[in-house]
């Protein structure tokens, strides 16, 4: 099966890379194709002259790739993949760096990839906002190690939402409407508006966006006692962003702004292959086999999420420098809500609870509270010469309020039947409600304070260099308490976490002749360690609590980065970028499922590397026809074993193992073509078509082992001995993904018919398992065909 995997994804890179031959090979026109204008460095440069590999999406790639969202967008982007953990709910890694799947409570884990809506950090570990990417001008991915300009959690690299600004010189609306029907699904559609207001012409504008989204779930519910709930993953993201600009001088420009955005969501995207309650082997209850697209519930699920950014950026020119100071605040409030009976089952099972008890429905709530207030101010040259300069603080204090609880109302009277009586009281350490039994509060505060700095000095008029660094001093502190049955009953334990370094960077570029430059760097990163939360301790086997207790705390992750590529731009219309990278990793913080603990840990690995090349190709052989390539050849391995207290090798972390979450090889090409038309008065058509196709990949280490897809839940239930065991391949197989439009265009408005998935795939994008496997076993898949027409009008003086 691995060597058709293997042929399929040679094939496929096969496939394009002559295509790309061929494009590059044919006669183009002589076209240059437009600049973009990015802000990777913290100043305004074009995408080549930047001296690193980077990539930006502007809205017009947005919407000829079809994205929606940063998953959708990452397939277009060589080296950026994201992995689907749920709906708000996902991982991101750049160039194959990549700690392995991070779940929802583990809320000390810190992000491995930044990201920045303009100017005001919004990653979060797992929950980074997902926000809407309309009226975008462009989304930049900044590949390698940032820690220079932004810092920790940008060790892989950083994503940066750029968003239009308000135009102080000239109204401007636009709206877009949108509906779609998934392929035995629901239907979707989104409301879109902007608008732009010169209050005084030439000092001060007003832009407001809002947004409205529907999203069609696709995931059918078996429910207890028989029956089919369709469509259960559906929901809904609305949203708005208000931003005003007024220029208090010539020189002096402020812009305040607010965003807000909501995210729900009625489930998740998990298809279930074995549930405690569903599955081939009971007896004394219906066999259920599980099929495509569906699970089984007792419980209806919930996923919300409610951010508000207000931010404030102000912008000085002075004779030499300019000043720019940016401070904001977030506000978020998180709620996976998820049917966890199986999961409490499965423990009331071992316990020797009776049937009933171990049916009763049980609802787990983690709920996250987040404010984040940050602040930053840089000084940047502007002077004429050969030397450029610009230093930085940035200040942050984030405080995350996690807590977890799991009614399951009827719990205490069949604990106490069982166990005794009293014994839910005498385990519940002060919380209220007895039929929970598990309850946990980990507020956590983050302190932050840096200050950084580069300098770049023209050597010639063809050779550049620039040195930077970062000093960081970080503090973390912890409390967490606990109660209920299943908690270890901790009160009030406060762990402390504080680091302090200094991370450089250096870069050089050489402007070759005036089509090609060629650039190198060297740079390191960092992702600050924390404290492990204590295992549930009453739900391990003995055997897991021996190997995963003594994992307490983990050090911080260090990266030093290599790297040289070359940017072309030709006369005949072409652009081609790429980069080859090694990237050598010191204390990699890699996440483990604790087992039977229904518990995660993370741990360091002393050594780890990635290596690869990426590339991208954009081509205008003509006015009608855009064509683009990006594709990336990733290894990431351990580099050293770790073992358990039993001297075994621990989940999976062996040397010449491959990282978890990533793909060895991804590509994507697309291609557009326009063509006048005379209806309407004269209009212009055009044809889109988007081909993704991203390779094999793992959920967490240990899914490499020998042995690792057979699972026995050892749970004897409904008939079901628990000795039976259900075979998997946890091996996540390739996929492609195809999609394809056409529309037409006439001025001010455009109508795009559009299908997404066009061969409906069904991808494997993650794997979950619950308690170890003992109680769920399931895949996290991608929406179904799509088919949907969006309708675009713009309005101006």
């Known amino acids: 099966m691995d060597c058709c995997k293997k042929t399929t994804s040679r094939a496929v890179a096969t496939a394009l890379a002559l295509a790309a031959l061929s ?13 973009i204008t990015v802000t990777a460095t913290k100043r305004e440069s074009t995408i080549q002259d930047v001296p690193f590999s980077i990539n930006a999406q502007t809205a017009q790639d947005i919407q000829r790739s079809g994205a929606t969202d940063l998953e959708g967008l990452a397939r277009n982007v060589a080296g950026l993949t994201v992995q689907n953990l749920g709906p708000g709910q996902s991982q991101v890694a750049i160039r194959g760096v990549s700690a392995g799947q991070i779940v929802r409570d583990q809320p000390g884990v810190k992000e491995q990839v930044g990201v920045y809506l303009d100017e005001s950090v919004i990653s979060l570990s797992l929950f980074t906002p997902d926000f809407d990417l309309y009226d975008l001008n462009r989304v930049e991915t900044l590949r390698g190690p940032q820690g220079t300009l932004f810092g920790s959690g940008s ?6 939402y750029i968003t239009n600004k308000p135009d102080l010189d000239a109204f401007d609306a636009n709206v877009e409407l949108d509906v779609n029907s998934i392929t035995d699904g629901d239907v979707g559609g989104h409301v879109k508006g902007m608008v732009n207001i010169p209050l005084v012409e030439g000092r001060s504008a007003l832009r407001l966006v809002g947004y409205t989204t529907e999203y069609g779930g696709f995931i059918d519910a078996r429910l207890e006692g028989g029956g089919v709930k369709s469509d259960v993953n559906g929901g809904n993201r609305m949203g708005a962003r208000a931003a005003l600009t007024f220029m208090a001088s010539d020189t002096v420009s402020i812009t305040p702004r607010i965003v807000y955005q909501e995210v729900e969501a009625d489930g998740f995207n998990r298809q279930e292959v074995f549930n405690l309650y569903a599955n081939p082997y ?37 004779e030499n420098f300019d000043l720019d100071v940016v401070v904001s ?10 049917d966890a009976s199986a999961l409490t089952g499965s423990v009331s099972v071992d316990l020797g609870y009776p049937d009933a008890g171990v049916l009763l429905p049980s609802n787990l709530r983690d709920t996250t509270d987040l404010q984040q207030t940050t602040f930053e101010a840089r000084l940047a040259s502007t002077m004429d010469g050969p030397f450029q300069w610009l230093v930085g603080v940035f200040v942050s204090d984030a405080e995350r309020k996690y807590a977890q609880r799991l009614p399951t109302p009827g719990y205490a009277a069949v604990t106490d039947a069982t166990l005794g009586a009293g014994t839910s009281a005498a385990v519940a350490n002060g919380y209220a409600n007895l039929d929970s039994p598990y309850n946990a509060d980990l507020p956590y505060d983050i302190e932050q304070m840096a200050f950084f700095g580069e300098a770049t000095y023209d050597v010639s008029d063809t050779f550049h260099v620039t040195v930077g660094g970062r000093f960081y001093d970080f503090d973390e502190s912890r409390t967490i308490t606990q109660g209920g049955l299943f908690s270890s009953g901790f009160d009030n334990v406060v762990d402390t976490t504080s680091s302090d370094g200094f991370t450089p960077r250096i870069l050089a570029s050489w402007n070759m002749n005036d089509n090609v430059t060629l650039n190198a760097q060297a740079s390191q990163g960092f992702r600050l360690g924390g404290v492990n939360d204590p295992l549930n301790a009453t739900l391990c086997s003995d055997e897991d609590e021996l190997i995963f207790g003594g994992f307490q705390s983990y050090s911080d992750e260090k990266m030093w980065n290599y790297e040289a590529g070359m940017k072309s731009t030709f006369a005949n219309g072409v652009t081609f970028n790429a980069a080859a990278f090694y990237s050598d990793i010191e204390d990699l913080q890699v996440t483990l499922d604790a087992g039977s603990c229904s518990s995660r840990i993370s741990f360091n690995v002393a050594d780890a590397h990635t290596a690869g090349v990426e590339f991208e190709l954009g081509a205008q052989p003509s006015d009608a026809l855009y064509l683009s390539l990006a594709g990336s050849i990733l290894q990431s391995e351990f580099d050293s074993t770790v073992t358990d207290a039993n001297g075994a090798i621990l989940g999976g972390v062996q040397d010449g193992n491959r990282l978890a979450s990533v793909p060895d090889f991804q590509i994507a090409a697309s291609g557009s073509y326009n063509y006048p038309l005379e209806i309407f008065g004269g209009s212009e058509g055009f044809v889109t078509a988007t081909i993704h196709h991203v390779g094999d990949r793992i959920t967490q280490p240990s899914d490499q082992n020998s042995g690792a897809g057979v699972f026995s839940s050892g749970l004897p239930f409904g008939g079901a001995t628990g000795a039976e065991v259900t075979t998997l391949d946890l091996l996540l197989d390739p996929y492609t993904i195809i999609n394809l439009s056409a529309g037409i265009e006439k001025d001010d408005w455009s109508a795009v018919l559009y299908i997404r998935n066009v061969g409906d795939e069904n991808a494997d994008l993650s794997f979950d398992r619950e308690r170890g496997g003992r109680a769920r076993l399931a895949f996290r898949t991608n929406s179904p065909r799509t088919i949907g027409v969006t309708f675009r009008k713009s309005f101006s003086n």
């Open 23 to 35: 494009v590059t090979g044919s006669a183009f026109a002589q076209i240059v194709l437009e600049e």
């Open 155 to 160: 060790v892989g690299g950083t994503i940066r």
């Open 282 to 318: 009971t007896t004394t209850r219906p066999a259920i086999q599980l099929g495509e697209r569906e699970q089984f519930l007792q419980l209806s699920e919930e996923f919300t999420d409610e951010t508000l950014l207000a931010d404030v950026t102000m912008t000085a020119e002075f």
């Open 329 to 338: 605040t977030m506000d978020r409030e998180i709620l996976v809500s998820r």
